[in-house]
């Protein structure tokens, strides 16, 4: 690429000119203008202007193996050499999807087998509410079709991801949801636990308003559940203990289908390969994308369980649904050496039993205490700094998301890349970061949050 022969202004005015950027507020973004990252390295991301920043966000949930895998450009080289493309239709096959199948249904739950792939988690979520609602169909109940999600979900961007999702401005913005689907309460025991409830009996009570959902609308009205096991994007909500096995014995009761979004948790962010093997749940489909290449290829993968296999393989006959990139050859070859180098350098592993809780222990330690800080809280390498300006009533600073904000641009200006989400400060680093990249993390965020208090204290 020839971007060294743009200075940042120009690359700036011509982005302002021409490129519509995702969950962006355009006119706000070409009046201060992009920050443009060109090269990254390990767990670091460079910009223009030669900065060194410490990608807190493994760019957007994805580069779980970091940046610079030559290993993974050889691949795709290779591949791209031998066979670019050829599609999975018409009963035609090419070798890195079938054997990428084959590795997926080795490390996904026991009950799941199958796999249908896509380009993105969006893509991987339509494909998953389309096959519930077939199943069903297939299996003589096509009224049963309502699927139960929840409020700050996020499941993608498209019609069915946006209508799936609980992102109210999203909504807003819809004219016209996917029909028959319904929005609970989500697990975020740090704003709707009440004085003197427990987690534990919180979590339940999160769990039940998914019950009364089900039973609202009849349990033959219902096709399945829906959710993230930690949600992501609407700010690192972690459920309570009690949550997950609540749902997992209301969906059976009722029998309603489970449907897990890991698109974030999925390929080993939470210690387990999938978030659905540390919770103990076996799921009927498992959402995933992002990390199945450490965002080095756009690819996504819905991993589907043996109870609608089985029937849509039966009695389906054709499923008339598929992308022109379902299992595309590059994507699958990338794919699986990713999965190669997690395990070879037993990145899993280290999550489960070492970065993982001191990943935890140093947002406790380091960040809770803090003057602006609620409540640190995560779930293997995803955090959450929730921002207040009472740390006792956990009162919110005015402003809406400002504060946050604010903690997030002193932040990048420390070299450190985070997001924030509404009032919450939000991490997911790749999984090669260590405990000397943690503390390095940490001091940047002490140093971040000790500006953003005295602007904050100010105004
Ligand atoms: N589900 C979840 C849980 C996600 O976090 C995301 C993306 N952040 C998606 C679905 C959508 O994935 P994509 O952006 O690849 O369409």
Redesign the pocket.
Same mark, same amino acid.
């Given at each position: 690429m020839t971007y060294q022969n743009f200075s940042l202004k120009q690359l700036q005015d011509i982005d302002a000119a021409h490129h519509l950027h995702p969950f962006t507020d355009h006119k706000d973004l070409r009046d201060a203008g992009a920050r443009i990252i060109t090269h990254a390295q390990g767990p670091f991301v460079y910009d223009t202007e030669g900065n060194e920043i410490l990608d807190g966000m493994a760019g957007?949930?994805c580069v779980n193996i970091g940046y610079g895998r030559d290993e993974l450009a050889d691949v795709a080289y290779a591949q791209m050499k031998e066979l670019p493309y050829y599609n999975s239709f018409f009963r035609c096959s090419t070798p890195s999807p079938v054997l990428l199948a084959q590795k997926l249904a080795e490390i996904a739950p026991k009950n799941v087998n199958q796999v249908f792939y896509g380009s /993105?988690?969006?893509?991987a979520?339509d494909t998953a509410l389309r096959l519930v609602r077939h199943y069903w169909a297939l299996e003589g109940k096509p009224q049963k079709n309502r699927i139960i999600s929840r409020k700050w979900a996020?499941?993608? /961007?498209t019609i069915a991801?946006t209508s799936l999702g609980g992102m109210e401005a999203m909504h807003g913005q819809l004219h016209g949801a996917v029909p028959n689907i319904a929005h609970v309460m989500p697990p975020y025991a740090f704003e709707l636990k009440e004085k003197g409830e427990s987690d534990h009996d919180f979590g339940l009570r999160a769990a039940r308003a998914v019950e009364d959902a089900i039973l609202e609308a009849g349990p033959e009205n219902v096709a399945a559940f829906i959710g993230?096991p930690a949600m992501?994007?609407g700010g690192v909500k972690v459920p309570p203990e009690s949550y997950w096995p609540e749902i997992d014995r209301i969906c059976k009761k009722h029998d309603v289908l489970l449907m897990l979004?890991e698109?974030?948790t999925g390929y080993g962010r939470t210690g387990e390969w999938f978030a659905a093997q540390r919770l103990g749940l076996e799921p009927d489909t498992i959402?995933t994308?992002?990390a199945l290449t450490s965002g080095y290829q756009p690819l996504?993968a819905l991993l589907v369980g043996d109870r609608i296999a089985a029937t849509l393989v039966e009695k389906g006959g054709e499923f008339y649904h598929g992308y022109t990139y379902s299992g595309h050859p590059v994507a699958c070859a990338v794919a699986l050496r990713n999965l190669e180098i997690i395990e070879r350098e037993g990145l899993i592993e280290r999550v489960r039993e070492d970065t993982g809780p001191y990943f935890a222990e140093a947002l406790e330690e380091r960040l809770a205490g803090h003057g602006i800080v609620g409540e640190t809280r995560s779930f293997g390498l995803m955090g959450a700094i929730e921002i207040v300006s009472h740390k006792d009533t956990r009162k919110r600073f005015d402003g809406g998301g400002a504060a946050a904000v604010a903690v997030r641009d002193h932040a990048i200006a420390e070299g450190m890349m985070m997001r924030a989400v509404g009032n919450t400060m939000i991490l997911s680093p790749p999984l090669i970061w260590t405990r000397e990249t943690i503390d390095m993390a940490c001091d940047r965020i002490v140093r971040a949050l000790d500006k953003a208090e005295i602007d904050l204290r100010k105004t």
């Open positions: 957007l949930w /993105s988690g969006s893509e979520n996020y499941h993608g /961007s991801g993230e992501g994007a979004d698109v974030i959402t994308a992002k996504s």
